[in-house]
């Protein structure tokens, strides 16, 4: 019996001595609401002075996804604060346990803490609701144009705070919408986004949960349906058009000019000064209405290589040209859809 025991004081002893890093959770939220997302931060301290670092491996979790691979890392003294970023997707839910481990020339023993359960809260939104938790959730800019002879298309760019944007969806008075740019920084992140209502809708309004005030916060796009032809995920505020305005007058000018000269003159030689101008001005605002569509182009909802293709053409199209930008071309279907077609696909007559 005495034997059992000393062997057991000297295994306790020996990986007592053998253990290089100590660590906790440093702060753990009270509470969460489903679809939030949270932070968790650990505090660690390694015995080992030369290392290269920590790695965290996560197990015998429920109720969460874990949305980072590496930690945020702040040292302060000889404590590495680390922390994670989760997010609730359960009424359930517990904290994963943790395995810290060192990464250095020698094989150290790891450490591991038990994960605890979370208090979780679920919401009861009323139908507008964007599925958005955020510390703040920002309207960024937006734009309206015809989708077809029944719908309107809204193109926005959001700004979200402490929030997971890949949840972005309505469930209710939306035909078509889709995320067509994100990036993933959860603490500051922007999602381009659209949606595809029905004409009669004069404001297109839905509501997200702030997480900081604690309630449901109406967001509201009002319809005012934009004709331009150039729409984009890094610029949906109408184009500015001046500058072919301007080269319009001055070509206008000439033309008069011109004429009161001929009149003068009476040199017709100076009717070039008008012919010249004036197809010069037809070519600016008279736009080319014909276009071949290749068989099998995909048709996009908006001019983003990366963007929702809403139908692909089964023959060979001729159809109408609403505009064009950068490597897009605008056209309007056989249905009266609007759409935009890559340069590429286009053939020619």
């Known amino acids: 019996m005495l034997k059992l025991l000393f062997i057991t004081l000297v295994f306790?002893?020996?990986l007592?001595?053998?253990k290089v890093i100590y660590f906790n959770y440093d702060s753990t939220p009270q509470r969460v609401i489903k679809g939030e997302v949270f932070g968790i931060t650990l505090k660690a301290l390694s015995t080992?002075?030369?290392f290269d670092?920590?790695?965290y491996s996560f197990s015998n979790y429920s109720g969460i996804k874990i949305l980072d691979t590496s930690p945020q890392r702040e040292k302060v003294g000889k404590y590495y604060y680390d922390t994670f970023h989760m997010k609730a997707t359960a009424n359930y839910a517990r904290l994963p346990d943790i395995t810290a481990s060192l990464i250095a020339d020698e094989v150290y023993p790891s450490t591991t803490i038990k994960g605890t359960k979370l208090n979780v809260i679920t919401l009861n939104p009323k139908h507008n609701f964007s599925h958005i938790l955020a510390n703040n959730f920002e309207l960024l800019e937006y734009k309206t144009t015809s989708f077809d002879n029944t719908h309107n298309i809204v193109i926005f760019v959001a700004h979200g705070q402490n929030s997971d944007l890949h949840d972005l969806h309505f469930d209710y008075n939306v035909y078509k919408q889709g995320i067509e740019s994100i990036n993933d920084s959860y603490e500051d992140a922007k999602v381009t986004y659209f949606v595809v209502?029905?004409?009669q809708l004069e404001n297109f309004r839905f509501t997200y949960f702030n997480l900081l005030k604690n309630k449901f916060t109406t967001v509201i796009i009002p319809i005012v349906v934009d004709d331009d032809s150039v729409t984009t995920q890094s610029d949906l505020k109408p184009t500015d058009q001046s500058h072919e305005l301007i080269k319009v007058y001055i070509a206008s000018a000439i033309a008069l000019l011109a004429f009161f000269i001929i009149l003068w003159r009476k040199k017709y030689i100076y009717a070039i000064f008008i012919i010249v101008p004036l197809g010069y001005i037809a070519y600016i605002i008279v736009p080319d209405k014909n276009i071949c569509i290749q068989e099998g182009a995909n048709i996009y909802l908006l001019p983003v290589s990366n963007g929702t293709i809403f139908e692909?053409?089964?023959t060979q199209l001729h159809l109408t040209k609403e505009g064009s930008v950068k490597d897009f071309i605008k056209v309007k279907l056989?249905?009266?859809?609007?759409?935009?077609?890559?340069?590429?696909?286009?053939?020619?007559?």
């Open 12 to 14: 306790s002893v020996t």
């Open 16 to 18: 007592f001595a053998n």
């Open 48 to 50: 080992v002075p030369y």
């Open 53 to 55: 670092d920590i790695n």
């Open 197 to 199: 209502i029905n004409k």
């Open 312 to 314: 692909v053409t089964q």
């Open 334 to 349: 056989q249905n009266n859809k609007i759409g935009w077609v890559k340069n590429e696909d286009t053939c020619t007559y």
